[in-house]
Each structure stands twice: as C-alpha cells, then as structure tokens.
C-alpha cells in the first residue's frame, strides 16, 4: 500500500496565523490527493482534491500545492472555524490510504 | 441536495455479523462508485471497501477481504456493507462515502453521518 505521512501531528495557531501542513507520499501519486477537514463528532468533508482544486463551498483562504510524493495544505489566515483536524489522501491506487491527521489547536 | 444516512451498527460480539446500509438521495446513485471508510482513534480513517456504479467491480482492503462484502441495490439507492467474522479491531465508526466518479481516479466528495460498530463480548 502506499503509505502517507503527514506533519506535524498537531500544530498551534492563533487567528490569523498563515499555516501550513506537509503530506508526503510513498510513491508518486501525480497530483490525486484530497485534502478533508474534520471537526469533533462529525464526518470529514473536502477541502481541496486533485492537490491544488478548491472544494466546492471552501474559503479561498485554503489553498493546495504539489505532485508526485511532496504536498502542503495551506491556510493563509486562520479562521476560529478552521481549528480541525485535517487529513490527506491519496486516490492513485483503489486501495486508498489517509494520512494520520494534523491537529490545528488554539495557541 | 446530496444526503448518505447510514443505519444497521451496533454492539455485535467476536466472530458475529452486522449489515450496515447507506441510503443515499439528492443525486444520480448509479452513476457513481460508493466505498465504505471507517474510523478509529487509534487507527484514524481506514478505507474499507469501494464498489462501481454498477456494482460490477469491487475493491477491498487486505484487513477486510474475505470477511467483508460491499453492495449495492440501485432500485434503492441504498449501499450495503455486510460484516462477517468479526473482530474487536473492526470496531469502528463506518462512513459511507460518495466517489465524485466511477472507482477510479476519484476522491470522497460526499460523507454520511457514520455508524458505530462495537465488537465485544
């Protein structure tokens, strides 16, 4: 399976931080990888797919970049309805793998 | 609008079965793959299982095969993931998901609610 490792695990903002998480990939993957945001008891929803393509309904305040193994999720001004987790995914292979989370708390 | 509501979890014991449902409204249910992707705090989001539209092909995770059936009734619009032998490392919270295509090249572009399944004696 192609494994995906994400950092940090969790990171500390304030509103209006600029942040950025990293997800790595154990293979070229081109650029089909998802990015969800989920928050306490609900499911997790898109963000960005295709590395770079805005979610329907998504702030453009997030935006994605990257291809083969190297990607970021990047929010340029933090929202106090941003603190999440957020996870990648990859979608080149059926057998789809997420990576283990970022945690984005309040600093 | 989109809407995936599963139903059918619940408290099953080591080596017992469990179907779970998804009852999907709000789009063209024949027209796109659906996969099952389950949760657990220590294991995070796990994909479990996809199947096309016209449920034809299916894909399972090595953990599950053998033990794990995805369907699909498309008179219904509703998703099934039947759950045989199972074991307390299944317990999960399982999410329908909606793929924004067939199988292929496809991301999770809708999620339902999820369902809680417990293994336990």
Redesign the interface.
Do not use: C, I, M, V
């Given at each position: 399976?192609i494994q995906m490792t994400q950092s940090p695990s969790t990171l500390s903002a304030s509103v209006g931080d600029r942040v950025t998480i990293t997800c790595r990939v154990s293979q070229s993957i081109s650029s089909?990888l998802?990015w969800?945001q989920q928050k306490p008891g609900?499911?997790?929803?898109?963000v960005i797919?295709?590395a770079s393509t805005l979610?329907t309904g998504v702030p453009s305040r997030f935006s994605g970049s990257g291809s083969g193994t190297e990607f970021t999720l990047t929010i340029s001004s933090l929202q106090p309805d941003d603190f999440a987790t957020y996870?990648c995914?990859q979608?080149?292979s059926?057998?789809?793998?997420?990576?283990?989370?970022t945690k984005v708390e309040i600093k | 609008e989109v809407q995936l509501l599963e139903s059918g979890g619940g408290l099953v014991q080591p080596g017992g079965s469990l179907r779970l449902s998804c009852a999907a409204s709000g789009f063209t249910f024949s027209s796109y793959g659906m996969?099952w992707v389950r949760q657990t705090p220590g294991r995070?989001?796990?994909?479990v299982s996809?199947l096309s539209g016209s449920g034809n092909t299916t894909?399972y995770?090595?953990s599950v095969k053998g033990r794990f059936t995805i369907s699909r009734d498309n008179s219904k619009n509703t998703l099934y993931l039947q759950l045989s032998s199972l074991r307390a490392e299944d317990t999960a919270i399982y999410?329908c998901a909606k793929l924004?295509l067939g199988?292929?090249?496809?991301?999770?572009?809708f999620?339902?609610?999820?369902s809680l399944v417990t293994v336990s004696s």
């Open positions: 399976d089909w998802a969800y609900k499911a997790p929803k898109p797919y295709e979610a996870y995914q979608y080149y059926n057998s789809r793998t997420f990576g283990h989370g | 996969s995070g989001l796990e994909w996809t894909y995770a090595d999410y924004n199988t292929r090249l496809a991301y999770f572009d999620w339902g609610q999820g």
